[in-house]
């Protein structure tokens, strides 16, 4: 064969692709290359195999294919001579990794290599299956390694003990095999050998927990005279770096001294004086006495060390502290973060030194340093240190801020042990950096602000001034949108003023221009904007003079592009046009948010929580949401959200609860258009989450008593004894003409409701021929001095009933029982037999203008309706 | 232990890569596009070490090359950075007061090189005399068999 046919030199080659201007250029070099190389293999020339493979290195190199050339590695590996050996065995290792099946073809070359003449080659072999063997190649060449590992070469030796590392590493159970020749590599004088058997024990002690304490009883001695001899060796050319010798050695008998000390107060006993002399003697003005110092100090806080070995350590960590050279730096706070669990007490006393690191123009070193102040927080200093930081969040770079942000947030969480600075902090960090703070934070804000009842008007108050500075923070203008939904009314009217607090004027048509401003801002996103349009709907019943512009508004938004709003602001109008008489109750505050719930579920941190939380919010007014399943629910349907609270999404059967509350809404409604009966200006939704409260399988997680003590209601009434009722009955019966005009009653009369105000008595009637429907005759008598107007009871039954208000016979109840109100409610049974009546009632009434409410439950009902 | 060795020349060109933990050649090409793209826009003055997906990246620049070294979170980062310049220092005399050129045109001398200093991740050998002895032993045989392999085409062509 022509031997100038086989293409370029590699030296050609590479010049050819250097010269290349594109990459399309360089890619038509390395095909025709490619395309030489594949006809030579093909033609099995033998003369360039070996240049042909340092080629495809290369190419490789460059990122491209060269699987082709895979072969041709193990041919050269396996012919005879050392040059062709050194290439192959350097394409084997370059070429491929140990999951390509390829390589167990080599397994065979590989043993017999390992069992050579040449020591050379054995170490070719041996550095090759150090390198990339794989759990197979390494239990099938075993045996040859650690054969290799007592021979008198000390290039041979230090070289097995090294590809035994990886031997144990890829099978552990062969490390007891290693142990005995391992610990004889520490008695030799070479210190590649040391170094690599000492790092091959260091790797058993990982592995294998008896290997410890064989290493533990045996060459700690040697160990320690191993560090001794290097620490106070003489100068010696062959190993001096920076006027050390050998800090590589000094480095790995530390480690292994770490793996043996550890947990063992004796043997960490035997260590004192060395690391005590390490640690105090050696240079630290060069990068290699630092690396030494550090492995030190590592090495002192991993084992049982004496009190004044670890002052020593901590002292040198601050020297480090305190070091110019960044790198230093760096790794004092890695080592600190350690310390403390060790000594926190200590690590605090610098605590001032590593803030000043998380203000660093180095992103690693700010990184590190921000990880160790969270870890340095407790409760006596969360205040000052929460205060450096958010100062400092006003200056540090972009893309730090996330990560500063959510350390602050989480220390503000942790810490805070009043509300009032928990809020404030917030909301600094808010203004700050609102766009980095992640949902789960600010909703755990509205969580906290809706639990504190005398801080409401002075967070909307600060929110409001926040807003005007730093109206493009997301998640601050999603809080002020909220609150000011929520807590208008205290803005404008400077409700709850603390003393701190500045005066602050803010009229009606302010707190508008603030919600229309995130509606329409061209930064805002839906969800902010969406939040913006409940809001309006909310002021818009609290502030009536504005309540025109809002309307303007809402229309507007009728035609919006984005479908959420569009139909959001559809529903709304609606609402503001054909039943204005609900929507005061529609859009009532929030009940108060269960603060330990949102927390248990926060804890889980699952996303469907945070989605829980913002439909629950966005449902205020009953609009469509989009839910974890993909369902886009109907206005009615997203009260159930309320209860979802703490209960399961999943567990929700959509239609069922939109059912329910067709029902419910249905009673209301045909009630108002039919009879002209006026609803009550408040409380609609509380009812009908009542409702929803009362034994349904929907919502058995919230228990009737939460929700009614949560709004401040009444408790619901205990069934009086029977007894007393025919009593009462008695008594009553006279003054009220319609009942007594009955007679006969089949069951007995009841008094359904009895407050120091107000009582009411229920009786009934039963058509013999429809068992399931009930005919309650309801009387009402006003026990107090004042006489009550604008009198409006409400019921509301659980979902197998069905229910019918006749109108009442007035509006207006006497004061002192000198006067009733009677009414009919007509129920229908579903489940007559099986189970009893229940109702929720509500009763709605003036004094003096002044609006007044009671309610409760009847489940004293007689048996049998 | 370290994971990978790379040389990124300051235009992202990669001049050597050592895999001692198993890296597809995918995932090669990813780890090498994102350190190209992380460590040479990194300051001067600032720390040699980046932390990177749970690992953190040693760095050291000698003119246009950027040497990067992966390790495990817990390792001693200060010990690698003079690994490196071990490694530098004995190419320097291999080579002569070595430049990127020597590394490019030369590149399986310098991973010979690396191969007995690292293996398996883990240094093998702190004299460099020793490391030279043993390159240059190696080396002997294959000259020996290159001057051969000329001298027979020398004859061969002076034949034709």
Redesign the interface.
């Known amino acids: 064969m022509n031997p100038f046919s086989s293409g370029t030199r590699l030296r050609d080659m590479i010049r050819a692709i250097r010269a290349c201007k594109t990459a399309a250029e360089e890619r038509a070099v390395v095909r025709k290359e490619c395309a030489a190389i594949r006809s030579a293999i093909s033609e099995h020339d033998q003369d360039y195999r070996h240049r042909n493979i340092a080629k495809l290195m290369f190419i490789h190199m460059l990122g491209y294919p060269t699987h082709f050339g895979q072969m041709e590695c193990l041919k050269l590996i396996a012919s005879a001579g050392f040059p062709e050996k050194r290439i192959g065995y350097l394409g084997l290792m370059l070429l491929l990794d140990e999951r390509q099946e390829v390589l167990m073809l080599v397994t065979n070359s590989l043993k017999q290599d390992l069992n050579h003449t040449n020591q050379y080659i054995v170490g070719l072999a041996l550095c090759a299956l150090g390198n990339i063997c794989s759990a197979e190649m390494a239990s099938d060449l075993a045996a040859e390694v650690e054969r290799l590992l007592l021979t008198k070469d000390p290039n041979i030796k230090k070289k097995a003990a090294l590809c035994s590392i990886r031997i144990i590493r890829k099978v552990p159970d062969l490390a007891e095999n290693f142990l005995s020749p391992a610990a004889s590599l520490l008695k030799e004088k070479h210190h590649g050998v040391l170094i690599a058997g000492i790092q091959l024990c260091t790797d058993l002690c990982k592995v294998s927990a008896d290997a410890n304490k064989h290493l533990r009883k045996n060459c700690t001695e040697g160990l320690i005279r191993i560090l001794k001899d290097v620490s106070n060796s003489s100068y010696a050319p062959e190993y001096d770096i920076a006027g050390i010798t050998d800090p590589f050695l000094h480095i790995r008998v530390l480690r292994l001294m770490r793996m043996l000390g550890q947990g063992d107060a004796d043997t960490s006993e035997y260590m004192n004086d060395i690391l005590a002399q390490i640690a105090s003697k050696t240079e630290s003005n060069k990068n290699a006495g630092n690396a030494i110092l550090y492995e030190c100090v590592e090495t002192i806080m991993g084992i049982e060390a004496t009190s004044g070995l670890r002052v020593l350590a901590i002292n040198i960590l601050g020297r480090f502290l305190s070091n110019r050279d960044n790198n230093i730096r760096y790794v004092a706070l890695n080592m600190l973060m350690k310390a403390i669990a060790v000594d926190s007490q200590a690590v605090q006393r610098h605590r001032t030194t590593i803030l000043e690191c998380v203000k660093d123009s180095d992103a690693s070193i700010r990184k590190r340093a921000l990880e160790l102040v969270f870890l340095l927080v407790n409760d006596t200093n969360a205040k000052p240190l929460t205060k450096e930081l958010i100062d400092y969040l006003e200056v540090s770079d972009q893309d730090f801020k996330g990560d500063l942000t959510a350390k602050i947030c989480s220390i503000i969480e942790k810490f805070s042990q009043e509300k009032k600075w928990y809020i404030d902090q917030m909301l600094k960090v808010l203004s700050l950096a609102g766009s980095y703070v992640k949902d789960d934070v600010w909703h755990a804000l509205i969580v906290a602000i809706s639990n504190a009842p005398d801080l409401q008007g002075y967070s909307v108050r600060s929110l409001y001034k926040a807003f005007r500075t730093s109206f493009e923070q997301v998640s601050l203008v999603r809080v002020v949108v909220w609150c000011i939904g929520e807590y208008g009314e205290m803005l404008v009217g400077n409700v709850g003023v603390l003393e701190v607090e500045e005066p602050l004027t803010v009229t009606e048509s302010d707190t508008v221009d603030v919600l229309e401003a995130c509606l329409t801002g061209h930064s805002a996103d839906i969800t902010t904007r969406s939040m913006s349009l409940i809001a309006l709907l909310k002021l818009s019943s609290r502030f009536p003079p504005t309540s025109e512009r809002i309307k303007e508004i809402i229309t507007e938004h009728k035609g919006s592009i984005v479908l959420e709003l569009q139909q959001r602001a559809i529903e709304f109008n609606s609402i503001i046009q054909r039943h204005d008489n609900i929507k005061s109750s529609l859009v009532e505050r929030m009940p108060v948010l269960d603060e330990s719930a949102y927390m248990v579920k926060k804890a889980n941190s699952s996303q469907e929580n945070i989605v829980a939380v913002k439909s629950s919010q966005m449902s205020l007014a009953g609009t469509s949401v989009t839910l974890p399943n993909g369902v886009a629910k109907p206005p009615a349907a997203p009260l159930v959200d309320l209860l979802d609270l703490s209960s399961d999404d999943a567990l929700v059967p959509t239609s069922t609860s939109k059912d329910f509350l067709h029902d419910l809404l249905g009673i209301d409604l045909t009630n108002s258009s039919s009879s002209g009966f006026s609803i009550a200006p408040s409380g609609g939704t509380d009812i009908l989450m009542d409702l929803l409260s009362i034994g349904t399988p929907v919502q058995s997680d919230i228990s009737p008593e939460t929700v009614s003590s949560n709004q401040g209601f009444a408790p619901t009434t205990k069934p009086t004894p029977t007894t007393v009722q025919v009593l009462d009955l008695l008594d009553v019966l006279p003054s009220n003409g319609s009942v007594a005009g009955d007679q006969s009653p089949l069951y007995p009369s009841i008094t359904a409701f009895q407050s120091s105000t107000l009582k009411i008595m229920f009786s009934f009637k039963k058509h013999p021929e429809k068992p399931q429907v009930t005919e309650i005759h309801a009387t009402f008598m006003n026990l107090s001095s004042d006489s009550y107007t604008d009198f409006v009871f409400q019921a509301a039954v659980p979902k197998f009933i069905q229910l019918h208000l006749d109108p009442a016979s007035s509006n207006h109840l006497p004061a002192n029982g000198n006067g009733t109100i009677t009414q009919t409610v007509t129920v229908t049974n579903s489940q007559h037999g099986q189970k009893p009546l229940a109702m929720r009632i509500r009763m709605v009434y003036k004094v003096d203008n002044q609006e007044k409410l009671e309610q409760g439950q009847i489940n004293n009902f007689p048996p049998g309706l | 232990m370290i994971h990978f060795v790379i040389l990124i020349s300051r235009q992202g060109k990669?001049?050597?890569?050592?895999?001692?933990s198993?890296?597809?050649?995918k995932e090669r090409?990813t780890v090498i596009r994102e350190l190209s793209g992380l460590i040479p826009t990194r300051?001067p003055?600032?720390?040699?070490?980046?932390?990177w997906k749970g690992y953190k990246v040693v760095y050291r620049r000698y003119a246009s090359l950027y040497f990067c070294i992966c390790i495990d979170p817990d390792d001693?980062?200060?010990?690698i950075?003079?690994?490196i310049h071990?490694f530098v220092e004995i190419l320097d005399r291999y080579f002569g007061s070595v430049c990127e050129l020597d590394l490019?045109?030369n590149?399986?001398k310098a991973?010979?090189i690396l191969?007995e200093i690292l293996?398996?991740g883990?240094?093998?050998?702190?004299?460099?005399?020793?490391v030279a002895r043993?390159i240059a032993?190696?080396d002997s045989?294959?000259e020996t068999?290159?001057e051969e392999?000329s001298s027979i085409?020398n004859m061969?062509s002076q034949a034709m």
């Open positions: 990669v001049r050597l890569t050592k895999w001692y198993p890296y597809q050649q090409s300051g003055k600032l720390c040699n070490f980046v932390e001693n980062e200060l010990e950075l003079e690994i071990h490019i045109f590149f399986h991973y010979y191969d293996i398996a883990e240094l093998q050998e702190s004299s460099k005399k020793t043993l032993a190696q045989p294959v068999a290159k392999a085409s061969m």
